[in-house]
Protein backbone atom coordinates (compact mmCIF):
# COMPACT_ATOMS: atom_id res chain seq x y z
CA UNK A 1 0.00 0.00 0.00
CA UNK A 2 1.60 3.82 -1.13
CA UNK A 3 1.38 6.56 1.24
CA UNK A 4 0.76 9.34 -1.27
CA UNK A 5 -0.11 13.39 0.80
CA UNK A 6 -1.58 16.15 -0.87
CA UNK A 7 -0.95 19.32 0.33
CA UNK A 8 -3.77 21.50 -0.70
CA UNK A 9 -7.50 21.46 -0.31
CA UNK A 10 -8.60 23.62 -3.39
CA UNK A 11 -9.82 22.65 -6.80
CA UNK A 12 -6.02 21.38 -7.03
CA UNK A 13 -5.80 19.37 -4.52
CA UNK A 14 -8.35 17.47 -4.43
CA UNK A 15 -8.67 16.92 -8.10
CA UNK A 16 -4.76 15.61 -7.90
CA UNK A 17 -6.25 13.61 -5.11
CA UNK A 18 -8.60 11.93 -6.91
CA UNK A 19 -7.11 11.25 -10.03
CA UNK A 20 -4.24 9.20 -7.87
CA UNK A 21 -7.17 7.34 -6.18
CA UNK A 22 -8.55 6.42 -9.79
CA UNK A 23 -5.21 5.49 -10.98
CA UNK A 24 -3.15 3.21 -7.90
CA UNK A 25 -7.20 2.18 -7.11
CA UNK A 26 -6.80 -0.35 -3.50
CA UNK A 27 -3.23 0.08 -3.65
CA UNK A 28 -3.06 3.53 -2.50
CA UNK A 29 -3.70 5.79 0.89
CA UNK A 30 -4.15 9.52 -0.11
CA UNK A 31 -4.14 12.16 2.23
CA UNK A 32 -4.82 15.91 2.03
CA UNK A 33 -3.28 18.06 4.45
CA UNK A 34 -4.22 21.75 4.48
CA UNK A 35 -4.84 24.96 6.39
CA UNK A 36 -8.07 25.75 4.74
CA UNK A 37 -10.90 23.38 2.76
CA UNK A 38 -13.97 24.83 1.19
CA UNK A 39 -15.56 26.89 1.63
CA UNK A 40 -12.78 28.90 2.91
CA UNK A 41 -10.12 28.64 -0.11
CA UNK A 42 -9.18 30.50 -3.52
CA UNK A 43 -11.30 28.06 -5.67
CA UNK A 44 -14.24 28.53 -3.57
CA UNK A 45 -13.89 32.50 -4.69
CA UNK A 46 -13.85 31.31 -8.66
CA UNK A 47 -16.31 32.72 -11.12
CA UNK A 48 -16.68 29.55 -12.48
CA UNK A 49 -16.12 29.44 -15.75
CA UNK A 50 -13.89 26.94 -18.10
CA UNK A 51 -11.87 28.94 -20.00
CA UNK A 52 -8.27 29.27 -19.88
CA UNK A 53 -7.04 32.82 -19.00
CA UNK A 54 -3.97 33.99 -17.38
CA UNK A 55 -1.54 31.33 -18.12
CA UNK A 56 1.44 33.67 -18.98
CA UNK A 57 3.79 31.30 -21.36
CA UNK A 58 2.08 27.97 -20.22
CA UNK A 59 2.75 25.76 -23.39
CA UNK A 60 -0.29 25.65 -25.93
CA UNK A 61 0.34 21.21 -25.67
CA UNK A 62 -0.25 21.62 -21.98
CA UNK A 63 -3.05 23.88 -21.78
CA UNK A 64 -4.78 21.48 -24.36
CA UNK A 65 -4.08 18.27 -22.53
CA UNK A 66 -4.95 19.75 -19.06
CA UNK A 67 -8.21 22.13 -20.41
CA UNK A 68 -9.38 19.14 -22.48
CA UNK A 69 -9.23 16.27 -19.62
CA UNK A 70 -11.15 19.50 -17.16
CA UNK A 71 -13.84 19.55 -20.22
CA UNK A 72 -13.90 16.30 -20.77
CA UNK A 73 -14.63 15.17 -17.23
CA UNK A 74 -17.32 17.82 -16.69
CA UNK A 75 -19.37 16.66 -19.93
CA UNK A 76 -19.13 13.36 -18.41
CA UNK A 77 -20.83 14.38 -15.03
CA UNK A 78 -23.48 16.35 -17.30
CA UNK A 79 -24.39 13.02 -19.59
CA UNK A 80 -24.31 11.26 -16.31
CA UNK A 81 -26.98 13.56 -14.97
CA UNK A 82 -24.62 14.31 -11.93
CA UNK A 83 -24.90 18.39 -13.07
CA UNK A 84 -26.63 19.62 -10.59
CA UNK A 85 -24.99 18.03 -7.54
CA UNK A 86 -21.73 19.13 -8.84
CA UNK A 87 -23.06 22.69 -9.52
CA UNK A 88 -22.19 22.38 -13.71
CA UNK A 89 -24.62 24.22 -16.50
CA UNK A 90 -23.44 24.00 -20.23
CA UNK A 91 -24.03 27.46 -21.63
CA UNK A 92 -23.11 29.57 -24.68
CA UNK A 93 -20.28 32.38 -24.15
CA UNK A 94 -19.37 35.25 -25.77
CA UNK A 95 -16.03 36.70 -25.84
CA UNK A 96 -15.86 40.05 -27.11
CA UNK A 97 -12.87 42.85 -27.77
CA UNK A 98 -12.29 46.23 -28.89
CA UNK A 99 -8.79 45.34 -30.28
CA UNK A 100 -8.77 43.75 -33.97
CA UNK A 101 -5.10 42.67 -32.70
CA UNK A 102 -6.58 39.74 -30.70
CA UNK A 103 -6.36 35.97 -31.76
CA UNK A 104 -8.07 33.25 -31.72
CA UNK A 105 -7.54 31.16 -28.66
CA UNK A 106 -5.46 27.34 -29.07
CA UNK A 107 -8.07 25.77 -27.05
CA UNK A 108 -10.80 27.31 -28.51
CA UNK A 109 -11.77 23.50 -30.50
CA UNK A 110 -11.85 21.56 -27.24
CA UNK A 111 -15.42 23.06 -27.12
CA UNK A 112 -18.61 22.10 -27.47
CA UNK A 113 -19.18 24.69 -30.47
CA UNK A 114 -17.58 27.66 -31.74
CA UNK A 115 -17.06 30.26 -33.89
CA UNK A 116 -15.28 33.37 -34.77
CA UNK A 117 -18.11 35.74 -35.00
CA UNK A 118 -18.35 37.27 -38.37
CA UNK A 119 -18.04 41.04 -39.10
CA UNK A 120 -22.29 40.83 -39.74
CA UNK A 121 -22.39 39.58 -36.50
CA UNK A 122 -20.27 42.37 -34.70
CA UNK A 123 -21.89 45.18 -36.76
CA UNK A 124 -25.44 43.80 -35.03
CA UNK A 125 -24.26 43.40 -31.52
CA UNK A 126 -22.08 47.10 -31.84
CA UNK A 127 -25.60 48.60 -33.27
CA UNK A 128 -27.66 46.63 -30.30
CA UNK A 129 -25.12 47.29 -27.64
CA UNK A 130 -23.70 50.68 -28.49
CA UNK A 131 -19.92 48.99 -28.34
CA UNK A 132 -17.03 48.98 -30.70
CA UNK A 133 -16.25 45.27 -31.04
CA UNK A 134 -13.73 44.52 -33.40
CA UNK A 135 -13.01 41.18 -32.86
CA UNK A 136 -15.24 38.02 -31.04
CA UNK A 137 -16.06 34.27 -30.61
CA UNK A 138 -18.85 32.31 -29.05
CA UNK A 139 -18.30 29.00 -27.44
CA UNK A 140 -20.33 26.45 -25.41
CA UNK A 141 -18.94 25.77 -21.95
CA UNK A 142 -19.38 25.00 -18.87
CA UNK A 143 -19.45 27.06 -15.52
CA UNK A 144 -19.87 25.57 -12.07
CA UNK A 145 -19.16 26.99 -8.79
CA UNK A 146 -16.12 25.97 -7.18
CA UNK A 147 -18.18 26.28 -3.63
CA UNK A 148 -20.48 23.46 -4.69
CA UNK A 149 -18.07 21.69 -6.94
CA UNK A 150 -15.28 21.09 -4.27
CA UNK A 151 -17.73 19.44 -1.71
CA UNK A 152 -18.85 17.30 -4.31
CA UNK A 153 -15.38 16.22 -4.60
CA UNK A 154 -14.53 16.12 -1.35
CA UNK A 155 -17.44 13.36 -0.89
CA UNK A 156 -15.90 10.92 -3.37
CA UNK A 157 -12.62 11.23 -2.19
CA UNK A 158 -13.54 10.08 1.16
CA UNK A 159 -16.34 7.79 -0.05
CA UNK A 160 -12.88 6.38 -1.67
CA UNK A 161 -11.45 5.96 2.00
CA UNK A 162 -9.12 9.20 1.62
CA UNK A 163 -7.82 11.02 4.59
CA UNK A 164 -8.09 14.81 5.13
CA UNK A 165 -5.83 16.46 7.97
CA UNK A 166 -6.83 20.53 8.62
CA UNK A 167 -2.96 21.61 9.00
CA UNK A 168 -0.60 24.11 8.36
CA UNK A 169 2.87 22.49 6.36
CA UNK A 170 5.89 24.85 7.10
CA UNK A 171 8.09 22.34 5.69
CA UNK A 172 7.88 19.20 3.03
CA UNK A 173 10.10 17.37 5.83
CA UNK A 174 7.14 17.05 8.10
CA UNK A 175 6.07 14.53 5.50
CA UNK A 176 9.05 12.94 5.52
CA UNK A 177 7.27 9.00 5.95
CA UNK A 178 4.81 9.60 2.36
CA UNK A 179 5.89 7.73 -0.69
CA UNK A 180 5.16 10.73 -2.65
CA UNK A 181 3.97 14.48 -1.58
CA UNK A 182 1.99 16.54 -4.06
CA UNK A 183 2.17 20.32 -3.93
CA UNK A 184 -1.22 21.61 -4.79
CA UNK A 185 -0.69 25.07 -2.58
CA UNK A 186 -1.24 27.41 -5.43
CA UNK A 187 -0.18 30.92 -4.11
CA UNK A 188 1.15 29.82 -1.08
CA UNK A 189 3.98 27.76 -2.61
CA UNK A 190 5.45 31.58 -2.87
CA UNK A 191 6.68 31.10 0.50
CA UNK A 192 6.78 27.43 0.85
CA UNK A 193 9.30 26.96 -1.76
CA UNK A 194 10.54 30.34 -2.00
CA UNK A 195 8.98 30.39 -6.01
CA UNK A 196 8.95 34.17 -6.14
CA UNK A 197 7.88 33.60 -9.91
CA UNK A 198 4.00 32.93 -8.18
CA UNK A 199 2.57 36.62 -7.73
CA UNK A 200 -1.06 37.18 -6.86
CA UNK A 201 -3.76 38.35 -9.44
CA UNK A 202 -6.40 40.42 -7.33
CA UNK A 203 -9.70 39.78 -8.75
CA UNK A 204 -12.88 41.74 -7.19
CA UNK A 205 -16.44 40.40 -8.09
CA UNK A 206 -19.95 40.55 -7.54
CA UNK A 207 -22.32 37.75 -7.25
CA UNK A 208 -25.80 38.46 -7.76
CA UNK A 209 -29.43 36.85 -7.89
CA UNK A 210 -30.28 37.07 -11.88
CA UNK A 211 -31.98 33.45 -12.74
CA UNK A 212 -33.08 34.96 -16.03
CA UNK A 213 -29.09 35.15 -17.26
CA UNK A 214 -28.33 31.89 -18.67
CA UNK A 215 -24.99 32.74 -21.04
CA UNK A 216 -21.81 34.36 -20.35
CA UNK A 217 -19.95 37.46 -22.01
CA UNK A 218 -16.38 38.30 -21.34
CA UNK A 219 -15.68 41.50 -22.73
CA UNK A 220 -12.01 43.94 -23.07
CA UNK A 221 -12.40 47.32 -23.23
CA UNK A 222 -9.60 48.97 -24.97
CA UNK A 223 -8.79 51.95 -22.24
CA UNK A 224 -10.81 50.42 -19.58
CA UNK A 225 -10.05 46.69 -19.09
CA UNK A 226 -12.02 43.92 -19.00
CA UNK A 227 -15.18 42.92 -17.21
CA UNK A 228 -17.53 39.75 -17.41
CA UNK A 229 -20.92 37.98 -16.73
CA UNK A 230 -20.58 34.39 -15.92
CA UNK A 231 -23.29 32.62 -14.81
CA UNK A 232 -23.78 30.25 -12.36
CA UNK A 233 -26.49 28.23 -11.12
CA UNK A 234 -27.16 29.47 -8.49
CA UNK A 235 -25.73 33.19 -8.89
CA UNK A 236 -24.40 35.71 -11.96
CA UNK A 237 -20.99 36.58 -11.41
CA UNK A 238 -19.97 40.30 -12.60
CA UNK A 239 -16.49 40.99 -12.78
CA UNK A 240 -13.75 41.81 -12.71
CA UNK A 241 -10.28 42.89 -11.53
CA UNK A 242 -6.30 41.67 -12.75
CA UNK A 243 -4.43 43.55 -10.30
CA UNK A 244 -1.10 42.71 -9.23
CA UNK A 245 -1.72 42.87 -5.53
CA UNK A 246 -1.90 40.97 -2.25
CA UNK A 247 -4.73 42.98 -1.28
CA UNK A 248 -7.87 41.85 -0.33
CA UNK A 249 -9.87 44.23 1.13
CA UNK A 250 -13.07 45.27 -1.24
CA UNK A 251 -12.31 48.61 -2.94
CA UNK A 252 -15.73 50.53 -4.41
CA UNK A 253 -13.92 51.78 -7.50
CA UNK A 254 -12.96 48.28 -8.50
CA UNK A 255 -17.05 47.51 -8.87
CA UNK A 256 -17.98 50.61 -9.53
CA UNK A 257 -15.63 50.12 -12.46
CA UNK A 258 -17.05 46.87 -13.81
CA UNK A 259 -20.54 47.85 -12.82
CA UNK A 260 -20.87 50.48 -15.20
CA UNK A 261 -19.79 48.78 -18.01
CA UNK A 262 -21.77 45.57 -17.31
CA UNK A 263 -24.56 47.77 -16.70
CA UNK A 264 -24.67 49.15 -19.86
CA UNK A 265 -24.50 45.70 -21.59
CA UNK A 266 -27.25 44.19 -19.79
CA UNK A 267 -29.65 47.15 -17.76
CA UNK A 268 -31.76 44.21 -16.07
CA UNK A 269 -28.19 43.23 -13.92
CA UNK A 270 -28.57 46.81 -12.32
CA UNK A 271 -31.57 45.73 -10.08
CA UNK A 272 -30.49 42.30 -9.51
CA UNK A 273 -30.31 41.36 -5.60
CA UNK A 274 -26.57 41.48 -4.36
CA UNK A 275 -25.57 37.99 -2.96
CA UNK A 276 -22.19 39.22 -1.90
CA UNK A 277 -18.78 41.00 -2.91
CA UNK A 278 -15.55 39.11 -2.84
CA UNK A 279 -12.19 39.43 -3.39
CA UNK A 280 -9.56 36.61 -4.16
CA UNK A 281 -6.05 36.49 -5.43
CA UNK A 282 -4.66 34.15 -8.67
CA UNK A 283 -1.91 32.37 -8.52
CA UNK A 284 -0.24 33.47 -11.22
CA UNK A 285 2.71 32.25 -12.49
CA UNK A 286 4.86 32.80 -15.33
CA UNK A 287 3.91 29.36 -16.72
CA UNK A 288 2.09 26.34 -14.53
CA UNK A 289 4.96 24.64 -12.75
CA UNK A 290 3.43 20.47 -12.97
CA UNK A 291 6.39 18.84 -12.40
CA UNK A 292 8.19 16.15 -9.97
CA UNK A 293 11.25 17.35 -7.91
CA UNK A 294 13.95 15.23 -5.53
CA UNK A 295 14.15 17.07 -2.27
CA UNK A 296 16.76 16.06 0.34
CA UNK A 297 16.22 16.51 4.05
CA UNK A 298 18.20 17.62 6.51
CA UNK A 299 19.13 14.34 7.50
CA UNK A 300 19.98 13.12 4.24
CA UNK A 301 16.84 11.36 3.29
CA UNK A 302 15.47 12.10 -0.03
CA UNK A 303 11.84 13.10 -0.57
CA UNK A 304 9.67 12.64 -3.83
CA UNK A 305 7.86 15.45 -4.71
CA UNK A 306 5.08 16.36 -7.75
CA UNK A 307 4.09 20.31 -7.71
CA UNK A 308 0.76 21.38 -9.55
CA UNK A 309 0.53 25.02 -8.50
CA UNK A 310 0.63 28.41 -10.57
CA UNK A 311 -2.68 28.36 -12.30
CA UNK A 312 -3.45 31.62 -12.68
CA UNK A 313 -7.36 32.49 -13.38
CA UNK A 314 -7.72 28.59 -15.06
CA UNK A 315 -7.58 26.47 -11.58
CA UNK A 316 -10.73 25.36 -11.78
CA UNK A 317 -10.79 25.08 -15.77
CA UNK A 318 -7.56 23.05 -15.72
CA UNK A 319 -7.97 21.43 -12.63
CA UNK A 320 -8.91 17.77 -13.32
CA UNK A 321 -6.62 17.85 -16.24
CA UNK A 322 -3.60 18.96 -14.06
CA UNK A 323 -4.85 16.43 -11.14
CA UNK A 324 -4.83 13.37 -13.93
CA UNK A 325 -1.19 14.50 -14.89
CA UNK A 326 -0.02 14.75 -11.47
CA UNK A 327 -1.06 11.28 -11.02
CA UNK A 328 0.51 9.73 -14.06
CA UNK A 329 3.63 11.51 -12.03
CA UNK A 330 2.93 10.32 -8.74
CA UNK A 331 3.42 6.84 -10.30
CA UNK A 332 6.67 7.78 -12.60
CA UNK A 333 7.65 8.65 -9.49
CA UNK A 334 6.58 5.28 -7.08
CA UNK A 335 8.76 3.82 -10.05
CA UNK A 336 11.94 5.45 -8.69
CA UNK A 337 14.32 3.23 -6.45
CA UNK A 338 14.87 5.01 -3.56
CA UNK A 339 18.10 3.24 -2.99
CA UNK A 340 19.52 4.53 -6.24
CA UNK A 341 18.97 8.62 -5.50
C1 LIG B 1 -12.10 36.48 -8.55
C2 LIG B 1 -11.58 35.20 -9.15
C3 LIG B 1 -12.25 34.62 -10.21
C4 LIG B 1 -11.78 33.43 -10.77
N1 LIG B 1 -12.50 32.86 -11.78
C5 LIG B 1 -12.07 31.70 -12.32
C6 LIG B 1 -12.84 31.06 -13.33
O1 LIG B 1 -13.90 31.54 -13.74
N2 LIG B 1 -12.36 29.88 -13.85
C7 LIG B 1 -11.20 29.32 -13.41
O2 LIG B 1 -10.83 28.26 -13.93
N3 LIG B 1 -10.46 29.90 -12.44
C8 LIG B 1 -10.86 31.07 -11.88
N4 LIG B 1 -10.12 31.67 -10.90
C9 LIG B 1 -8.80 31.11 -10.56
C10 LIG B 1 -8.90 29.98 -9.57
O3 LIG B 1 -9.66 30.38 -8.46
C11 LIG B 1 -7.50 29.54 -9.11
O4 LIG B 1 -6.66 29.31 -10.21
C12 LIG B 1 -7.61 28.25 -8.30
O5 LIG B 1 -8.46 28.46 -7.20
C13 LIG B 1 -6.26 27.73 -7.83
O6 LIG B 1 -6.53 26.53 -7.16
P1 LIG B 1 -5.49 25.86 -6.18
O7 LIG B 1 -6.10 24.61 -5.70
O8 LIG B 1 -4.16 25.82 -6.84
O9 LIG B 1 -5.34 26.93 -4.98
P2 LIG B 1 -6.30 27.29 -3.76
O10 LIG B 1 -7.72 27.18 -4.10
O11 LIG B 1 -5.78 28.59 -3.23
O12 LIG B 1 -5.96 26.17 -2.70
C14 LIG B 1 -4.72 26.13 -2.04
C15 LIG B 1 -4.83 25.14 -0.90
O13 LIG B 1 -3.55 24.97 -0.31
C16 LIG B 1 -3.66 25.13 1.09
N5 LIG B 1 -2.36 25.55 1.60
C17 LIG B 1 -1.59 26.56 1.16
N6 LIG B 1 -0.44 26.59 1.86
C18 LIG B 1 -0.49 25.57 2.74
C19 LIG B 1 0.41 25.06 3.72
N7 LIG B 1 1.59 25.63 3.93
N8 LIG B 1 0.03 24.00 4.47
C20 LIG B 1 -1.17 23.42 4.27
N9 LIG B 1 -2.06 23.85 3.35
C21 LIG B 1 -1.72 24.90 2.58
C22 LIG B 1 -4.76 26.15 1.25
O14 LIG B 1 -5.27 26.16 2.59
C23 LIG B 1 -5.75 25.60 0.23
O15 LIG B 1 -6.44 24.51 0.75
C24 LIG B 1 -10.58 32.83 -10.29
C25 LIG B 1 -9.93 33.41 -9.20
C26 LIG B 1 -10.41 34.58 -8.63
C27 LIG B 1 -9.69 35.17 -7.45
Known amino acids: MYNIAVIGGGCMGLASALEIQKLLKNNVQV ?17 GLWEPYLLGETEPENLIRWGKGTYDYLTQLWQEGKAKEAGICLQPCIN ?25 HLKSLNEQYKWNFNVGYS ?7 GAIFLPYLMKIFSENGGKTVQRRIEHFNELSNYDVIVNCTGLASRDLLNDLDVTPIRGQIRRVKAPWQYSSFLIDHKNEGSCYIIANTHSVVLGGTKQKSFDTTLSDADSDRFLNHLNRFIPSLKDAEVVKNVVGLRPYRSKVRLEEE ?22 LSLSVGCGQHAAELVVKMLRVDKNKL
Open 96 to 120: LNEEASEETPVWLPITLGYSKLTPG
Open 294 to 315: FLKTPDGKTLKVVHNYGHGGSG
Open 31 to 47: TIFAEKFTPDTTSDIAA
Open 139 to 145: FITFTWE
